[in-house]
């Protein structure tokens, strides 16, 4: 009974270890953040972008299709990704714990104290109409980016933003675009891709479109985005709380 | 057919395996070589083959594919000799291939130390070959010789210190009986040169410093001992004219690359184009395109060389659409600046003034707020090869308009740490690239094709009226040289990085062409 007793407090122990291993120790103050950012304006800016953005590497403030711990991310930071264009960054423990701290302030989760999730999950498939174009676990719209889990991966302040002006910031395969095709329809959409010679929509109504540009008179940026802006014209500000509060917590 | 048949007979004669100083001044006269990296010592990068030509390059088909396996940006020119095509890859890699069957004859790579920090990919951009030996920098600052039929590395010197942050990626030139090699580094902090190596014994001939100390001509355009740190790299391959007896090369920017506080003065040479005596190494004259430039604005450009008639009288001339946006059109001989004209959208400078010197405007200088300046850090165009066709006498340049917002920051030089000093944010969405065809007496652009991305491939130029090229989205081109209709193209399925070449292999035409981390060739069906 003693060696259970024994057993159980090795395991215990084995057990905390092994979580903490799976998050670096390190301190998120506002100061590491400051210490990672200036290491990744040296070191990943140049490919990721100042603002981390992306260039010719990815958007780093984007949905990642891996979830990643931080001792994950440290070492594909410092090892980089075989097969790609990232290549392993020198840099020490401490470096890379900043760059980490860093990275992460640049995404989620989301943390929402204020507001009803109820009454935001009803906002959310009623009067604020986001269903009409985000997918939550499975139901709801295609035009825009699945939200299962964006409580997760965006950060409190994201979320401000793009309820507040979403054209601010668009995600890749969600610019909004308008074609007008050589005789005469008019499509409008978001893009998926495009080269000099073809087009890749999806159009309103949800339809996958493709095109090769011989066949469009003349294809158009659009400025603002097909997502619109949650004002208090449109949401008040206790029912912009609530629906804040059911996104914070789409996890 | 025939014509083509029986120059190649002749050719076959005085078999490859000895490339003399003739073979190279023959240039592309030889229809089945391609021997230096613009393909001749001119850089116009123009074949005279016009087996595929506007009426039939429509038809233009997948002849093989070369998988390299190795990823990183491929940015290398293959050199082919006689039916055997020689290309380098990123982290040193090479190949020597079946130029009929694409199929591998050897491969080479070399052993690069494990913690080496290089800026912009571990990339190559090609051999060059002279006698039986091709010639390849690495990345670790080395020069190194291979044996032609083998890849057996036969020598190797050291160009410098790695650790210094040195590196080297361009392919070498071949100037009489001399390896010329450039150098990479001024993101680094490191002092810029151009070296020189004897062939035969592998001894460095001379060795031009494109920063000078003080006392030495351009050491006053250096505040305090900022020199020592001065940048002004030599990556990318220049051309040689024989008759005037010059190597042209451009230099790239000083350090640390966005913030100048530290160095006041113009910082000659940094974004220059020099004018070299080979035998020598010593200067006979320079240009510099962006004095005390704070936008790393390398002049790391191809040089091309041609003859033109300006005011009807003959001129040599050498032309270089710059980094900063202005398009410079000089005589070779003296370096007297004829044309000087934007030819994509800049902020920074009205124009360039009667002295040769820009007209900087208020508000061109990276700030710690950020400062939005046209064009951004890659700028107009970068290293990718122009081409130049002298009977449309049209430079085919690969454009970018791309405006940026600019940030600076003090910055302490640290061995082996990237020194710049600063950095920019590019907007995702805003901006292009374009294919520009510009008449080098006026820099008016004739005609342009719109990326939807800037391209960072260059153009190939050839006898049948044909433009090729490629783009970021991944596409093969063929354009008509005059009107630049697009012609043909293939998507290939990844970024192209490299300039296309061309070459007959028995009576057909091929065109070859990196593209991802592939070596795609083209031709004619049968």
Known sequence: ?251 | MKKFALILITVQLSFGQNITTQDLLNGLKAPARWLTYSGDYSGQRHSPLSQIEASNVSRLKTAWIFQTGVAGKFEATPLVIDGVVYVTGPENHAWALDAKSGREIWHHVDNLPPSMDVCCGKVNRGFAVYRDKLYMTTLDANLVALDLKTGSVVGGVIIDDYKKGYSATAAPLVVKDKIVVGIAGADYGTRGFLDAFDAASGKLAWRFWTIPKPGEPGGDTWAANSWERGGGSTWLTGTYDPELNLIYWGTGNPAPNLNGANRQGDNLFTNSLVAIDPDSGKLRWHYQFTPHDTHDWDANHIPVLADMTVGGIKRRLVFVANRNGFFYTFDRTNGELLVAKPYIRTSWAKEIGRNGKPVVLPGSEPTEKGQLICPDMDGGTNWMSPSFNPDSGLLYVTAREVCATYYSWPEEYKQGNTYWGGNSVRPRNSGYGALRAIDPLTAEVKWEFRYPTPSMAGTLSTAGGLVFTGDMEGNISAFDARTGKNLWHLQTGAPIYAAPMTFMLGDKQYVLIAAGVNLIALTLPA
């Open chain 1, 1 to 251: 009974m003693r060696t259970t007793a024994a057993q159980t407090i090795i395991v215990l122990l084995l057990f905390c270890i092994c979580a903490a291993g799976a998050q670096l120790p390190y301190d998120d103050s506002p100061a590491a953040v400051e210490q990672g950012l200036r290491i990744f304006r040296t070191k990943c800016a140049r490919c990721h972008n100042l603002n981390a953005q992306g260039y010719t590497g990815r958007d780093l403030t984007q949905q990642w299709k891996r979830k990643l711990t931080d001792a994950q991310l440290a070492t594909l930071i410092t090892q980089g990704i075989p097969g790609t264009a990232m290549p392993p960054i020198k840099l020490d423990s401490t470096q890379t714990a900043h760059v980490v701290v860093y990275l992460r302030s640049l995404r989620g989760p989301a943390r929402v104290d204020t507001g009803d999730p109820k009454k935001g999950e009803a906002l959310f498939w009623g009067k604020a109409e986001c269903s009409k174009c985000h997918m939550v676990r499975g139901r709801g719209g295609r035009l825009g980016p699945d939200l299962t889990q964006v409580g997760f991966l965006r950060s409190k302040s994201f979320l401000i933003r793009e309820l507040r002006n979403p054209s601010d910031y668009v995600p890749r395969g969600y610019d909004p675009v308008m074609l007008v095709t050589n005789s005469g329809e008019r499509v409008k959409g978001v893009r998926k891709n495009e080269d000099a010679f073809s087009i890749q929509i999806m159009d309103e109504n949800e339809n996958l479109r493709m095109f090769e540009k011989s066949d469009l008179r003349d294809i158009s940026q659009l400025d603002q985005s097909l997502m619109p802006a949650y004002d208090p014209d449109r949401l008040s500000e206790a029912e912009y709380n609530d629906l804040l509060r059911y996104l914070a917590g789409l996890q």
